[in-house]
């Protein structure tokens, strides 16, 4: 597009760009903080097509030989596949990928950035012995609470918040669990628990069958727009956000 003069952007963005992507702009316009990208990517089982095992690194060769089940062999094509097609399209970046049942996710920051991301199948669980292990009082007590289809995504929603903090500060597995999670504010709210700092996390729906958590700590005084993309040969399921939180000072 050829500019002189005085250059309109918001006539530009008008004319140009289409309405979801006019009313992000608009928010860049107006908004007097720093918007900051943090993008979610999703992988099901038509990424391993586009697998290369050429570009493995050594470690991850030899991680790759080691893979004797079909299942776990799936897995990690779908997951290299999109680990791959991320680096090639996007600058250095923070990442978090998890996987589950021949599906991925992995989430995509600026460098610097703590970010933590899991992805579970929703399958039947003995919840409750699960949570005993995992879980603080307050979400045991929630938990006993519900039955059938809203007792497991509850439970999963916790189980893929934790992991995504276990994740992105770094805690241990399985003993920092129950330190991070929710906890109950009254009036129906729930309230981010969360290591020192100022963290934000959400989770969502994806579909029937999926439940995905990302943790991350971004720069300062920034305001984060979580956006989901599909993987190249993928289709992104609906997805459903289940809960966005923050914790520390605003």
Known sequence: MAMSGHFDLKRY????????????????????????????????KGAAAGYRSQELSAEDAARAQALRSPKAQLDWRVSRALLQEIRQAMPPATLSLSHSGGHAVCASAPAGWRLGADLERVRPREVLRLAEWVCAP?????????????????FYLLWTLKEAFIKAAGLDFPADMASVGLDFGGKAEWRLRAPPGQWRACSWRLGEDWIASVAWRGQAGGAT??????????????????????????
Do not use: K, M
Request: charge should be negative.
């Open 13 to 44: 963005i008008i004319h140009n760009i289409s309405f979801v992507s006019y009313t992000s702009a608009c928010y860049l316009l107006l908004s007097p903080v720093n918007v900051q990208e943090l993008l979610i990517w999703w992988a099901d």
């Open 138 to 154: 307050a979400e045991q007590a929630t938990l006993a609470g519900l039955e059938g289809a809203a007792q497991l995504e509850r």
């Open 225 to 250: 727009r979580p956006q989901w993309r599909a993987g190249t040969d993928c289709v992104l399921p609906p997805l459903a956000i289940l809960g966005a939180w923050a914790s520390g000072p605003d």
